[in-house]
């Protein structure tokens, strides 16, 4: 038996409110060198809660350390080709996603 979502009365399998967190949403990636001429790749734009959760996916799919907080990501290394189609992967759009 399928599980009715009580607020539109559809099957959950064909639920939306999961791709709705991605919708008007803008991301700006850039690239910051910070101490030693060390490059780190900044995702802002999330909200919170969201940059610890997006910042632990990024970091297991890209192999590098980073972390999530006040509604940014930051990684450390220059991924910003990998990020934006990680993202893509994710459910953001092209135009959702802007490189600076």
């Known amino acids: 038996m399928t599980d009715i979502d009580p607020l539109t009365g559809l099957p959950k399998e064909l639920s939306v409110w999961d791709n709705l967190n991605t919708v008007g949403k803008k991301l700006v990636i850039t690239i910051e060198s910070r101490k030693f001429g060390k490059k780190y790749t900044v995702v802002s734009g ?8 997006y910042a632990k996916k990024l970091k297991g799919k890209l192999a590098c350390g980073g972390t999530g907080r006040n509604g940014k990501v930051e990684l450390q290394g220059n991924h910003v080709r990998r990020v934006v189609d990680l993202l893509k992967e994710f459910g953001f759009s092209e135009d959702m996603v802007e490189v600076q």
């Open 46 to 53: 999330f909200e919170r809660g969201e940059d610890t959760e």
